[in-house]
């Protein structure tokens, strides 16, 4: 099974600064990752796919990048929409996995 | 507009059965791969079931092999999941998801449904 490690578990920011979060494969995956953001009481949204493409409707300041095993999400500037959790899935293998995410919080 | 909608959850002895349900609506159910994920409170969520489009492949993760079956009726737009041999660590919302596009990326989901194991 893939483990997906995200880093840091939790990133205090204000409004309109940058955001990188981490997402570390415990073996290659390709390009086969993608970023969710999941407010309270909702289910978790797709963000980005296959890396860096930017799923239906995702504003532009959501970008990914990375290869094989080191994967980054960035949020270019913090909108108030933007706190929630981030979590990353693979699907390189099965079982498809998520990483344990991380919370992203008002400073 | 895609419309997931999950039904069955509810609370169930150990060793107890559910069937969940997942109407799907706003697109063409027959021609989507659909999966099954669950969180348990205040966890990552967690892959369970996949399902092609046909109904003829089926993937499990290892911990509901052989306890859950995912079958879905294209007549009915409906996706499910059998349920059996329930155990503490099953509790979780079940969330039905669409697959994009044959990727395996869930770009749909329901609002989910809770799934509560306990004596």
């Known amino acids: 099974e893939i483990v997906l490690t995200q880093s840091p578990a939790t990133l205090s920011l204000s409004p309109g600064e940058r955001a990188t979060l981490s997402c570390r494969a415990s073996?290659?995956?390709?390009?086969?990752l993608a970023w969710y953001q999941q407010k309270p009481g909702q289910a978790p949204r797709l963000l980005i796919y296959?890396?860096?493409n930017r799923a239906t409707g995702i504003p532009a300041r959501f970008s990914g990048s990375g290869s094989g095993t080191d994967f980054t999400l960035t949020i270019s500037s913090l909108e108030p929409e933007d706190f929630a959790v981030y979590y990353c899935?693979?699907?390189?293998?099965?079982?498809?996995?998520f990483g344990g995410g991380t919370k992203v919080e008002i400073k | 507009e895609v419309q997931l909608v999950e039904s069955g959850g509810g609370l169930v002895q150990p060793g107890g059965s559910l069937r969940l349900s997942c109407a799907a609506s706003g697109f063409t159910f027959s021609t989507y791969w659909m999966h099954w994920v669950r969180q348990a409170p205040g966890k990552g969520p967690v892959w369970v079931s996949h399902?092609?489009?046909?109904?003829?492949?089926?993937n499990y993760a290892d911990s509901v092999k052989g306890r859950f079956t995912i079958s879905r009726d294209n007549t009915k737009n409906t996706l499910y999941l059998q349920m059996n041999s329930l155990r503490a660590e099953d509790t979780a919302v079940y969330y039905c998801?669409?697959?994009?596009?044959?990727?395996?990326?869930?770009?749909?989901w329901g609002q989910g449904t809770l799934v509560s194991v306990s004596s």
């Open positions: 399902i092609n489009n046909n109904g003829r492949t089926t």
């Open positions: 296959d890396t860096s």
């Open positions: 899935q693979q699907r390189r293998n099965w079982p498809l996995t």
């Open positions: 998801a669409r697959d994009l596009s044959v990727t395996n990326w869930f770009d749909s």
């Open positions: 073996q290659s995956i390709s390009s086969y």
